[in-house]
């Protein structure tokens, strides 16, 4: 399982990706019943009556809210355990490198009451790099950044173990939040994370390219001033620019790392180049910003939003191979 900020998915061995859905939770606030979970959740995110809330359970990568992770985590494993006859299945979870003993505790409790029967922990960068088919396990080096919702995990690997790694909590919803920022102080407009997460796909870049210019947008939200709903157009250049602070903190925690990569493994990462993964790795020209910052060739993952599903699910199926890369592991019931 991806425990992701933004997006949960989950691996079944044998079966593939099974489950991909926003880690959002809709809950009536009177019964504190769950209404939905999932992509149906997040379309009510912003837009619920004064009884319903939709809640996102995991903040810059660890759980937030304690029990509605909980009921996020029983629903997903009953969604991706339809049709199997395993109880309580084991499970292996992908978690941001930077996180504490009691974060990761927390993770492996909320697991463990949701239904699994054993729970192992992986860090993020080093399924993120196996997802993306990087020779983890080789004494070579290979570079890893994995921007999610909540964390940018940066990673050295070699031998099945990160050498070199930092974790910073800025990432895709930071970019976000900065849109927000930017649309209330200079277009007086106030859009809610949805509406900004859009922008960002459609307009927003971190590189400036010939055709920024005519990538335009109409945005849709209330006027600061009139307190009426307004629609204003926004073009390419100006978003680049309201996300440039985040941006260069994510430059930044690459370039630390690489200073800090032993000299022969160095070598091999400007053999190989960074690889970029995570749903952040999509953001237009995000690869050509690391790449002029570093001078070193950037690649993005084949299916960035995948790999780190994909490598705990490779983890799984290599149980007795890949031991070394768990970095937690919870009494079996
Ligand atoms: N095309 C795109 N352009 C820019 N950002 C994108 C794009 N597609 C997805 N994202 C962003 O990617 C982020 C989600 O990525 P991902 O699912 O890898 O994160 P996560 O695993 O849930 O988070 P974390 O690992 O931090 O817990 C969101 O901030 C989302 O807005």
């Keep these: 399982m991806d425990l992701g900020t933004a997006n949960t ?40 009556p004064g009884d319903v809330i939709a809640l996102r359970p ?5 759980i937030a809210d304690f029990d509605i992770a909980e009921v996020m985590l029983k629903e997903f494993i009953r969604r991706a355990n339809e049709g199997s006859n395993v109880i309580r299945p084991r499970l292996v979870i992908g978690i941001p490198s930077g996180v504490t003993a009691v974060e990761r505790r927390a993770v492996m409790d909320a ?6 029967s054993e729970v192992f922990l992986i860090d993020e960068p080093i399924a993120a790099a196996i997802g993306a088919g990087l020779p983890v396990g080789e ?12 964390t940018t995990e940066v990673a050295v690997l070699s031998l099945q173990g990160s050498v070199i790694s930092e974790s910073v909590r800025i990432a895709g919803d930071e970019l976000s939040d900065s849109i927000v920022s930017y649309m209330k102080k200079v277009h007086n407009l106030t859009i809610g994370e949805r509406t900004a ?6 307009v927003g870049s971190a590189y400036p390219t010939p055709e920024d210019n005519d990538i335009t947008m109409e945005v849709r939200g209330l006027h600061l001033l009139s307190g009426l709903p307004r629609t204003v157009t926004i073009k390419g250049p100006e978003i680049r620019e309201s996300m440039s602070e985040p941006l260069s903190t994510i430059v930044e925690a690459v370039k630390r790392t690489l200073e800090r990569t032993p000299p022969e493994l160095a070598s091999d990462i400007i053999d190989r180049g960074i690889m970029l993964a995570g749903g952040g790795a999509h953001l237009r020209g ?48």
């Design 58 to 62: 995991l903040r810059d990568g660890v």
């Design 111 to 116: 697991a463990l009451q949701a239904g699994a």
């Design 286 to 333: 995000i690869d050509t910003l690391i790449s002029h910052e570093t001078g070193i060739v950037t690649h993005i993952a084949d299916d960035p939003l995948t790999c780190v599903v994909l490598g705990t699910g490779k983890v799984l199926e290599d149980f007795k191979n890949m031991d070394r890369v768990f970095s937690g592991r919870s009494r079996s019931l």
């Design 197 to 202: 997460e859009e922008i960002k796909i459609q």
């Design 139 to 150: 004494p070579t080096g290979s570079m890893i950044v994995d921007i999610g919702g909540g």
């Design 9 to 48: 998915l989950v691996y079944v061995s044998g079966k593939g990706i099974v489950l991909a859905e926003p880690s959002v939770v809709a809950m009536d606030q009177k019964t504190k019943m769950p209404l939905a979970v999932g992509i149906e959740a997040k379309k009510m995110l912003g837009r619920t």
